[in-house]
Each structure stands twice: as C-alpha cells, then as structure tokens.
C-alpha cells in the first residue's frame, strides 16, 4: 500500500469519527433535579438508609464527702473548797491575826508561805518572819516541830525573839486542827525559845497556844465549850443540902 493510498484512507475515516462525537455529546449525561428519580426503600441494599445518630453521654461522678463532726465548747467550772487560816502580823509589838482562805486540807508549809509573805498592803501591820527563816515543819501525835534556818533566826534581834516565835506558835496552832503544840530545831538541833512572858523554854519543849495569849493585841474569844465558861453542879446543890459550913438562903 502506497503512502497515498493510506492517506486517502485516514481521510476516509475523519467523518464517521466526527459523526460519533456528535452522537456522544447529543446524548450527555443528565444534569439537574429532573434526571433523578426516587429508589423504593425496600430496593435499597447494605443499609444505605439508615439514619446516623451521635449519642453524647455524660457522665457525672458523685463525690461523697464525710460530714465533718462539729466541736462544741464546753466551759466548765471548777470549785475549790477553802478553808480558813488565821495568820498572826504585829501592830506594835501585838500580835494580832488575819484570817485569809486556802484550799482545804492545806498543809503547815502552806501556812508557812503565807507567813512569810508578810501582812496584805491594805492592813497596817508588821512581821519579824522573813522569807527562808522556816525550812520546814513535820506534825507528830499533835505536835508540830518547826526547823529554823540559823543565819536568818540570828537576823532577829534577841529583844524581838519573842515575838517572832509567838507569831509561828499561834499561827500554826490556831490554823491547823491536828496541832495543839509547836516544838523548835535550828538545822535540825532542839533549840530553847523565849516564851510569851520573856523566860527560855526548856530544850525542844513543846509550847501551847497559852505560852503566848500574853501577847495578843486583844484577848482571844472563849468557845462555848471552853471549861473555863462552864459550870459544873456540884451534887450537894442537886440533892437540896448544903456543904457544911454553908447555909441555903431562904
């Protein structure tokens, strides 16, 4: 086949390959709502239909916290018995007493504190009894031994030694109930002391309340049961006769 004859016959072929384009684009593919048409659902396959729900959960977690136990305050009130204590000062060289209160059942050093410490500020009285000079004091069957320190003992001067030791003797006998006596050491020896009437007492002798009632600014109260208020009747009086030598006054 000759070059001319294969080019006539390409030539041959350019109208029918343009009539086929023509005929494609005559026929196009559809375009707009029209060219649809509605599938019956029990024609769509794979679940084509079905709806896409999105589920949003919440979740809330509860915390429970325990409840806290609430405190309340309660004020409480503590009573404290006393009990009286009469301490004896000086008003001019008298011994006169101040009674002051301490929780009951109070001990001979206690009251030895309170000796010391002097006479309140609003009473005008003195002391002789300076801090340290009692060491201490133990009680046995009644009586109570008071120990003496040596270098405050001699601070006193030998003319008021008197009242110095009637300020112990009758503050502790009248403020504590099981002494009835008051015995002296000097670190720890027996000393003799000056009694109320100015005479030395026998070594370690025991001394009363009595040994130095001289000395009181103003004489001490009888109790009712003091023997010295009481009388007895004799039984001659009961009896309706008389002693002899004595005549019943009609």
Do not use: W
């Not at 086949?1 to 390959?17: F, K, N, Q």
């Not at 109930?177 to 009437?197: A, H, M, S, W, Y």
């Not at 009595?210 to 009181?216: C, N, R, T, V, W």
């Not at 103003?218 to 005549?247: F, H, K, L, M, Y």
């Amino acid at each position: 086949m000759s070059r001319h004859d294969g080019r006539h016959a390409l030539y041959a072929l350019v109208p029918a390959l343009l009539a086929t384009i023509a005929l494609v684009a005559g026929c196009g593919v559809p375009t707009g709502a029209d060219t649809f048409s509605e599938i019956p659902p029990d024609e769509i396959q794979f679940g084509l239909d079905a709806t896409s729900t999105t589920t949003s959960t919440t979740s809330t977690t509860t915390t429970t916290v325990p409840e806290q136990p609430q405190t309340t305050l309660l004020e409480t009130t503590t009573t404290i018995r006393l009990e009286p204590a009469e301490i004896y000062f000086l008003s001019r060289g008298r011994l006169q007493p101040v009674t002051i209160e301490l929780p009951a059942g109070f001990s001979s050093d206690q009251v030895a504190d309170k000796l010391e410490e002097g006479p309140p500020p609003d009473v005008a009285l003195d002391t002789l009894i300076e801090d340290g000079l009692i060491v201490s004091s133990f009680e046995s069957e009644g009586v109570l031994t008071v120990d003496l320190d040596g270098e405050t003992f001699d601070r006193i001067p030998s003319t008021q030694q008197t009242e110095a030791i009637g300020q112990i003797v009758l503050t502790m006998i009248a403020s504590l109930r099981l002494v009835g006596q008051v015995t002296f050491t000097l670190e720890g020896d027996p000393i003799p002391v000056k009694k109320g009437n100015g005479l030395s007492s026998e070594v370690g002798e025991p001394l009363s309340f009595d040994d130095y009632a001289i000395l009181l600014a103003a004489p001490r109260p009888q109790s009712v049961e003091d023997p010295a208020d009481s009388t007895v009747p004799d039984s001659a009086s009961e009896s309706g006769t008389t002693s002899p030598g004595t005549t019943t006054a009609p």
